[in-house]
């Protein structure tokens, strides 16, 4: 398959000021791949520890950090030989071990010609327990599900994201009725690679349900084994709020959703944990759109999405058959799905700050608002074809901002400062400014 991160993994390699780098992401997004992948194709040789359960591991670690003792050590324990241009030296699971973190610092100060890329499931978590880190000494890449681009060239369809890519507009109209469909079976695969893997060998919805229920079980059975036992049963609820959270009309998380007579003192823990976790999004309101919008941020009031939108199907309850009823699929859930898929989307643009906007009695509602730093763009989402916003209009008389986004079933079409986007389009808006 093709990951988008690969070419932020070329860049890296050749970069000047390289550091080991750490892939973050949640469980499952394909981490592991991505690592082994990149090095089969920009390396002579990928040396590959996994820190999981490895005790030979913890004891060479647990020791000095000196580089040149631990390359010892990982060529004798691997068997290969390890050599500063042509290895890429992967530590998977490297939370388990988190001396080999606080290592990394050392190859950064004394041996930086050792390309060294490290993963782990829940080191958000593991970092919250005392781990010594090496700041300023590591780069950074986070790794989300697979976005509508990279599932449209997995299923062989990567004329359709070129198209997508290069703003053709003429094309985008005539074509999509073929993307509208694709976007369908999207909403319901979702980007986890594994279930991506799986539609395009089999086409059947059913095995890539039960790799999505196997997805789900694994992140529950993650609550219970690194969480305090304590709120284990909160981030339970958090967890299994979320479809009912976004199919409410309006979607604010509210704490009495997830458990009546909720509080905010009862479940913060939770969602902090979910989202060092890398298994939700948190999108705060705005009620002052003003650049930066961080600055503007009301943090009591947020929206919280789920890391994938085939997640987010399965959880609730959202049966395959339902793409055979027309736009039944974007209707279902009062426009859950529709938001979802577009913050996934926007999310991938890690060079954005994303949040929304409400006024001050939350009568009215703009489902995103995207500070590029020159530009902040609200952005409507509209489950149909039906382009009538009332809170869009009200927003603009008010702010009148240069550019606005409405993305919707509808056709690419542009309207003196409002940009008409189909839905399959949104994450190449940049494109289209």
Same mark, same amino acid.
């Given at each position: &398959? ?12 050749? *970069? ?35 820190? =999981? +359960?490895?005790?030979? &591991? ?20 691997? !068997? ?22 606080? *290592? ?15 993963? !782990? ?23 989300? %599900? ?9 299923? +062989?369809?990567?004329?359709?994201? =070129?198209?997508?890519?290069?703003? #053709?507009?003429?094309? @985008?109209?005539?074509?999509? %009725? ?11 695969? $979702? ?30 059975? #993650? ?13 339970? &609820? ?23 007579? !909720? ?14 976790? $890398? ?18 941020? #009301? ?8 890391? #994938? ?18 736009? =039944?699929?974007?209707?279902?859930? /009062? ?41 902040? @763009? ?11 916003? /009332?809170?869009?209009?009200?927003? @603009? ?37």
């Amino acid at each position: &398959m093709y990951r988008q991160a690969l070419d932020d993994l070329k860049k890296w390699k050749t *970069s000047r000021h390289r550091k080991p780098l750490i892939i973050e992401g949640a469980r499952q997004v394909g981490k592991t791949w991505l690592m082994k992948e990149f090095g089969n194709q920009a390396y002579d040789q990928v040396v590959y520890v996994n820190f =999981d +359960d490895n005790k030979a &591991m913890h004891e060479l670690f647990r020791q000095d950090l000196e580089p040149n003792r631990l390359l010892r050590g990982l060529e004798l324990y691997t !068997g290969q030989r390890i050599t500063p241009q042509n290895t890429l030296l992967i530590f998977d699971e490297v939370q388990e071990v988190p001396r080999a973190l606080a *290592s990394l610092k050392y190859f950064y100060e004394n041996a930086p010609q050792y390309s060294i890329m490290c993963a !782990g499931s829940l080191l958000g978590i593991a970092l919250h327990q005392g781990t010594s880190f090496p700041v300023g000494k590591v780069d950074f890449l986070r790794l989300y %599900p697979m976005n509508f681009d990279e599932f449209l060239r997995a299923n +062989d369809k990567a004329q359709l994201a =070129d198209m997508l890519k290069n703003g #053709d507009t003429s094309l @985008i109209n005539a074509l999509g %009725p073929v993307c509208r469909e694709l976007l369908k079976q999207y909403f319901v695969i $979702g980007g986890m690679p594994e279930a991506v893997s799986e539609y395009i060998s089999s086409h059947d919805f059913k095995e890539v349900q039960i790799i999505q229920d196997n997805i789900i079980r694994a992140y529950e059975h #993650d609550f219970s084994k690194h969480a305090p036992n304590d709120i284990v049963p909160k981030i339970n &609820m958090v967890w299994n709020s979320i479809p009912a959270q976004l199919a409410r009309e309006n979607n604010r998380f509210l704490y009495g959703v997830v458990r009546e007579g !909720g509080r905010a003192r009862e479940f913060e823990t939770a969602i902090l944990w979910l989202l060092d976790c $890398g298994l939700i999004h948190k999108l705060y309101r705005s009620t002052h759109p003003v650049l930066p919008l961080k600055s503007t941020m #009301d943090l009591k009031t947020f929206k919280i999405y789920l890391n #994938d939108i085939g997640l987010l199907s399965r959880l609730s309850g959202l049966h395959p058959e339902i793409l055979l009823h027309g736009n =039944d699929l974007f209707t279902e859930y /009062k426009g859950a799905l529709t938001e979802q898929f577009v913050l996934q989307e926007l999310i991938c643009h890690q060079d954005i700050q994303i949040g929304y906007y409400t006024n001050e009695r939350s009568t009215a509602e703009i489902d995103f608002l995207l500070d590029t730093g020159s530009h902040l @763009i609200p952005l409507e989402v509209k489950a149909s074809t039906n382009l009538k916003a /009332k809170s869009l209009k009200t927003y @603009i008389e008010k702010f009148h901002p240069d550019i606005t986004i409405r993305a919707s079933m509808a056709d690419y079409r542009r309207e003196e400062t409002i940009l008409n986007l189909p839905l399959y389009a949104i994450g190449y808006f940049d494109v289209f400014l």
